[in-house]
């Protein structure tokens, strides 16, 4: 299925195949993702990403080395994600992340709060709070970002592999943003529809724009 | 979150400015990237604030007489209004969190 907010044309644009039908490294990349997430949970996403089967298992190893080996919280990490979600428009992604977001450890509350970009209520450090206010101003304007705003970084002891680290998941987060947005991939049935009003929300100020 | 309405005059924004105790109107350009990024800060920020804040944004290509007036040299750029007169304004993009701030600096929002 495609992302809520698309209720007129209900369909992926590009074919996902089912887990059963993968062959060859569209297999391989399948296996590989359910030996990390479990059985069936190849999400809508890295089903788009195996029509380049060797993109899809760079993009998931490179997904694999954020959220394994940073030193930030995955809850930090989710949190960005589920804003940038937000920021982007993308209800598959919103639900994706702030499921992730929960299973991290958030409360709903919590949930809501980094849809409305507000890092003091996500339960966040105030060193991931500081990293949440810089993810959300580079994914801004990048090139806004001055000497000053690293150095108020440091104040909290952030290095310079938690500045990478940070940027990383916004560049991340983006990335996938846009594959699923392109190809209106819609979510995995999974998620169960958490957020899903974000996508209908979405759709009702569309028409009325 | 809702679009911020869009203005169509300068006699549009006096009325308004002249109503709402406190106005945010942002200026932005259709071809403005950065203002796009803004806008879900701004809708956000204007959302939670609710009735203490009326809110509207500006084409600036659209209605240059008013640009030039309030004097906008780069897109975006957002101004706050209190009881008519101009009180601020940021240049560029401003996370939601700086624009509570700023708004709290000048004396609308909660805890204001």
Same mark, same amino acid.
């Not at chain 1, 479990?38 to 190849?42: A, C, D, E, H, Q």
């Not at chain 1, 999974?190 to 957020?195: D, E, H, I, M, R």
């Given at each position: 299925m495609g992302q809520w907010s698309r209720k007129d044309d209900p369909e992926p644009f590009i074919g996902l195949v089912p887990v059963d039908k993968a062959e060859g490294l569209r297999k391989a990349l399948y296996d590989e993702l359910e030996r990390a997430r *479990? !059985?069936?949970?190849?999400s809508n996403l890295f089903k788009a990403y195996s029509a380049f089967p060797a993109l899809g298992l760079a993009n998931f190893r490179r997904l694999m080395a954020l959220l394994g080996? *940073?030193?930030?919280s995955v809850k930090f990490k989710e949190a960005v994600m589920t804003a940038l979600a937000e920021i982007n428009r993308c209800d598959y992604c919103v639900s994706f992340h702030a499921t992730a977001l929960r299973n991290a450890g958030a409360s709903d509350a919590e949930v809501d709060a980094a849809l409305n970009f507000d890092p003091s209520k996500i339960g966040l450090s105030s060193k991931e709070q500081a990293l949440f206010e810089y993810a959300i101003k580079a994914n801004g304007d990048?090139? *806004?970002?001055?000497r000053q705003d690293v150095e108020a970084l440091r104040v909290h002891g952030v290095t310079d592999a938690e500045i990478v680290e940070t940027l990383e998941t916004v560049n991340t987060g983006n990335a996938f943003n846009l594959i699923n947005g392109a190809l209106n991939i819609g979510p995995d049935d999974?998620?169960? *529809?958490? !957020?899903k009003e974000r996508g209908e929300q979405w759709q009702v100020e569309e028409k009325t724009a | 979150m809702t679009p911020l309405a869009v203005l169509g005059s300068g006699a549009e924004m006096d009325r308004l400015a002249a109503a709402a105790p406190s106005l945010l109107v942002t200026f932005t350009g259709p071809k403005c990237i950065i203002c796009k990024r803004l806008a879900p800060m701004l809708e956000t920020v204007v959302r939670e604030t609710g009735d203490a804040l009326a809110s509207a944004k500006v084409d600036a290509e659209a209605l240059p007489d008013i640009s030039q007036k309030f004097e906008i040299?780069?897109?975006?750029t957002t101004l706050l209004f209190r009881n008519g007169v101009l009180a601020d304004r940021i240049t560029g993009f401003a996370t939601a969190g700086a624009l509570r701030a700023w708004l709290l600096k000048n004396g609308v929002g909660a805890g204001a």
């Open positions: *479990g !059985k069936g949970r190849v080996e *940073g030193v930030l990048p090139h *806004g970002i001055t999974f998620l169960g *529809g958490y !957020k | 040299r780069s897109l975006p």
